[in-house]
Structure formats: C-alpha cells, structure tokens
C-alpha cells in the first residue's frame, strides 16, 4: 500500500526568506501523480502544484518549486519570496494513475511565515 | 477554471434529524467526485467515492446507511447525513477529479447540537 510522510508537523519562516517542505512517500508503481495543497484558515483547499511521475523536469509555479526524487520517492516543495499570505497548513498527496484517483494524503505540515 | 462550490457552507442541526449537503463542479462536468471529513488539525479522511450514475463506493469503516451519497448527475453530488448524532459534528469537505486532479469545495461546517 502507498503511503505518505510528513516529517515536519510545523515550521516557520521569516518573510521574504525561503522555506523547503518536505514529504516522502512509498509505492511500488512507476505512474502516478504527486501533489502539493495549501489549507489556510478559511479551510479551502488549494491546488499549489502537481508533478507527474514520468516528467524528470520539476514542476513549477511562481514562487513555488518543488524537487522531485523519484529513485529517492522524496517530493519536497521550495517556497521562495516566503509572504504573509503563505501561512497555511501544507498537503502532500500521492494518486496512482492506474485505479481509483484516489488520493493519498501526507498529515500536513503547518507552515507560519513570521513579519 | 475547475471551481466547486458546496452548500451550505455551515449547519446546525438537532440530534436525530438528517442534513444534506451539495457538491457541484461549476464549470466543468465530473464523473468522479469524493467525499471527505477531516478533524481539527488533521488531515482528510477519506469517506466516500461518488461515481455519477453508479452507486457509491464508502472506505471501510465509514457506515453507508448513515452517510447517503447520491451522484445524479455530472455536477451535483450530495452527502446526506442521516439521524446525526454530535458524534458527526465535523468538517466536511468534497471534490471533484478533472484531468488527473481533484478541486476541492470550500467545506462544510456541520454541528449537531
């Protein structure tokens, strides 16, 4: 079964400076998708970024990057530029291509960026 | 794009009665949505998953003739809550699958008094 880890329960980070999340995670398939969500406080699930598992060219968004290690099944996400508005806490999700499109959900980290 | 929206947003309710809460996938079609819980700082569980026109498949644990889910159509699921008890005050929360991703609605505060 795959499964999902979130080491880091909390962090924080000044703003404007760069915070790298990190997340593991455990299947024996070769497709899949993994993703990064964002929960503020208003509880409203937000898409951050998804990567394919046959892309080698990490994913992209803005001030959002991630680094993909598929050998190593490490899919931490870098936050640059690190704004007020980034406290949240953070979802790593692992979905199978091949079945439900269920996801596989990490436990979160929650990330506070300090003025 | 990929906007899902849930009603209502909070209930109150009284023990023993039933509520009822809609997805919908505003402007795109979903064949696939899902139906989550998630506690207090937690992440999301997992109840259900709503396949439009078929019945829907619940994961262990989770009791079907409590928690009536009904996919009648490619933008609107609803999530029925039958004699609640405080037990299910909770947060839920839904999605919808579109090209190999899941839109989130903003959730639904239920309380059972």
């Known amino acids: 079964a795959q499964t999902v880890t979130q080491s880091q329960p909390e962090m924080s980070v000044q703003e404007a400076e760069t915070v790298t999340l990190s997340c593991t995670y455990d299947t024996s398939e070769n497709n899949y998708y993994l993703f990064w969500y964002k929960q503020p406080p208003s509880r409203q699930m937000i898409l951050v970024i998804r990567?394919?598992?046959?892309?080698?060219q990490n994913a992209t968004e803005n001030r959002f990057s991630v680094n993909f290690q598929k050998a190593a099944k490490s899919f931490s996400l870098k936050i640059s530029d690190s704004q007020l508005g980034d406290t949240a806490m953070y979802f790593c999700a692992f979905m199978s291509t091949s079945g439900t499109y269920k996801y596989i959900f990490g436990t979160g980290t929650r990330l506070k960026v300090l003025a | 794009g990929a906007v899902v929206s849930q009603h209502p947003s909070r209930v109150i309710c009284k023990s023993g009665t039933s509520v009822k809460i809609e997805c919908r996938s505003l402007?795109?079609?979903?064949?696939?949505m899902f139906w989550y819980r998630q506690f207090p700082k937690k992440s999301l569980m997992l109840m259900a998953t709503s396949n439009e026109g078929s019945k829907a498949t619940y994961e262990q644990g989770v009791e079907k003739d409590k928690f009536l889910i009904n996919h009648a159509s490619l933008t609107l699921s609803t999530l029925t809550v039958t004699s609640a008890h405080p037990e299910d005050s909770s947060f839920y929360i839904c999605s919808c699958f579109l090209g190999g991703t899941q839109y989130f609605g903003p959730g639904t505060r239920l309380t059972v008094l």
């Open positions: 990567q394919e598992a046959y892309k080698q």
């Open positions: 402007d795109f079609q979903a064949t696939t």
